[in-house]
């Protein structure tokens, strides 16, 4: 490896690897555990999972055959897991039980992170006042787990600068992280300000469109061209910039060759007008690839 991979900063000196490995999709456990491996072959040291994507046992099994094997050269304390609350689970005695379970299925005594995952609750309606106790309940559990040390740190997803500003009003210790939607067709400069200036740091998934940026179904030519420029692919480009605005990234690949692929985005910088470029492409086109929480009371 050629670079050194970058660190984020977040708060009480926790560092977190900026670029992670993201495991939505993929389901099938021999697969989820081929991918670890060969993601922490190419370096990567943050695995991002949840409830919901139904792979924490298999990241779990793959983890331990890991640290159990000197040839991979890492411990415990050298990966970052992260794992998210499913939105059937929020409530205080749901959230307590869900994150044993994610420990016991990822076989961990402790998780580096673990986030809200939604800032709605299954089969309620997007507008019950009943949304924010259940957040505000859901939090005090994390709270609670973090001062007995079975979190590290703890955060939220997919919330917007309203449920930001209402945790203000009831959270002992603000998140430490917000992961939510972002590429260039997705270009939440506000929400990504508001988010920082608290002293949250921003997280990105789907960087490249749900793959939508990178396989011909939206063409832009511009990032062609930044590509080409800089000798990289535009998947890079894609991370890159994210990485630029001041967010840790989560790429995903099943292929070992685009998990290196994707990692090497820590070797390019993009110049000023590369960033104006990219991010003016929202100035004409918008476009959500994932769940919309913008109507979330």
């Known amino acids: 490896m050629s670079f050194t991979p970058r660190i984020t900063q977040l708060r009480d000196g926790l560092s977190i690897p900026t670029v992670g490995l993201g495991t939505w999709q993929v389901t099938n456990k021999e697969s989820m555990k081929v991918i670890v491996k060969d993601a922490i072959k190419a370096g990567y040291r943050h695995i991002d999972t949840a409830t919901v994507y139904t792979n924490e046992d298999a990241i779990g099994d793959a ?3 890991v640290f159990s094997d000197s040839s991979y050269g890492v411990k415990r304390s050298d990966i970052w897991v992260t794992s998210k609350l499913s939105p059937s689970h929020q409530g205080y005695e749901s959230t307590i039980k869900a994150v044993h379970n994610s420990l016991q299925k990822l076989k961990l005594e402790y998780l ?20 924010k106790i259940n957040r505000k309940e859901s939090w005090r559990a994390l709270e609670e787990l973090k001062e007995k040390k079975l979190l590290r740190a703890i955060g939220v997803s997919n919330y917007q600068i309203s449920h930001l500003n209402e945790m203000k009003e009831y959270a002992k210790v603000l998140p ?3 992961q939510c939607e972002f590429h260039p067709l997705l270009f939440t400069k506000q929400l990504v300000e508001h988010t920082q200036s608290l002293g949250i740091a921003f997280e990105a998934y789907s960087s490249l469109g749900e793959g939508n940026l990178v396989n011909g179904n939206y063409k832009f030519p511009v990032l062609d061209e930044i590509a080409s420029k800089h000798g990289a692919t535009v998947a890079q480009v894609l991370l ?3 990485m630029q605005h001041g967010a840790i990234i989560l790429p995903k690949s099943s292929s070992e060759p685009r998990l290196v692929q994707n990692f ?7 110049s000023e007008s590369d960033m104006a470029a990219i991010d003016n492409i929202s100035s004409t086109q918008t476009k959500r690839f994932c769940w919309d929480p913008t109507k979330i009371l």
């Open 63 to 65: 983890l331990q055959e």
């Open 112 to 131: 580096d992170m673990y986030l809200i995952h939604w800032p709605g609750t299954t089969n309620l309606d997007p507008q019950d006042p009943q949304l």
């Open 264 to 270: 090497a985005c820590q070797k390019f910088t993009l």
């Open 240 to 242: 890159c910039w994210g």
């Open 176 to 178: 430490y992280v917000n």
